[in-house]
């Protein structure tokens, strides 16, 4: 089963306005990922946001982790037509060793 | 650097056929692994690899073989294609398995 699960499932928002996507997931972790990917295309490392850190940024991105909620949210600020992609969040797993399990993601599309 | 390429990028075969799909990166990373994404789900770990001559099974590794004769090299072997295996093939890899993992383009496969 999947460890992470994206929320909501697909968005649609304006240009200029602010997406945010949600992940929660099950187990303790050692970190949270995102990932972007763009129709057709591999996935794209956005930002890793670590167990003992609470919030993160990275340009226009802004991510927030609680342990004690199992939850992560990805917030994009001032969006663009081209953010229009499909958002993944992935879980390191203390007790998976060396892999991630990603969620089933959330599709971003942001109009002109 | 080119990165992590994959080969082909387009496959089709018919059931019970097998094939190998290339997986090489130039990054000297000793973690990689092999995704299939399905639509509507996030990627699944089918194999992975911690080093050269170190493999191990993921999520869903049946079917899939893998070999790890170089750091460079992970193909996969799908040994007797079932229609089941129809999904697009990522491989990725990365300095250790809980961080940033680069992608592939991917392989779309379709099995008849």
């Known amino acids: 089963s999947q460890q992470g699960e994206e929320d909501p499932q697909a968005l649609s928002i304006q240009e200029g306005e602010n997406a945010t996507m949600n992940c929660s997931y099950k187990?303790?972790?050692?970190?949270l990922q995102w990932y972007r990917q763009n129709s057709g295309r591999g996935l794209v490392h956005l930002i890793l946001i670590r167990s003992n850190e609470r919030e993160k940024h990275s340009g226009r991105l802004r991510v927030t982790l609680d342990t004690s909620k199992k939850s992560s949210s990805l917030l994009i600020t001032a969006s663009r037509a081209a953010d229009t992609a499909s958002y993944f969040c992935a879980t390191a797993q203390e007790t998976s060793g060396s892999r991630l399990t990603f969620g089933e993601g959330t599709q971003l599309t942001v109009n002109p | 650097n080119a990165g992590v390429t994959q080969t082909p990028k387009f496959q089709v075969l018919k059931t019970g056929q097998s094939m190998t799909l290339q997986c090489a990166q130039d990054?000297?990373?000793?973690?990689m692994s092999w995704y299939r994404q399905d639509p509507g789900m996030g990627l699944r770990l089918i194999h992975y690899?911690?080093?050269?001559?170190?493999?191990d099974q993921g999520e869903v590794p049946n079917g899939y073989n893998v070999s790890r004769s170089t750091t460079e090299d992970f193909p996969l072997r799908l040994l007797s294609a079932a229609p089941s295996q129809t999904s697009v093939y990522f491989c990725?890899?990365?300095?250790?398995?809980?961080?940033?993992?680069?992608f592939g383009p991917g392989t779309r496969l379709t099995v008849t």
């Open positions: 690899s911690v080093g050269a001559g170190i493999t």
């Open positions: 990725a890899s990365s300095y250790n398995g809980f961080y940033e993992q680069y």
């Open positions: 990054m000297n990373h000793e973690y």
């Open positions: 187990t303790s972790i050692n970190n």
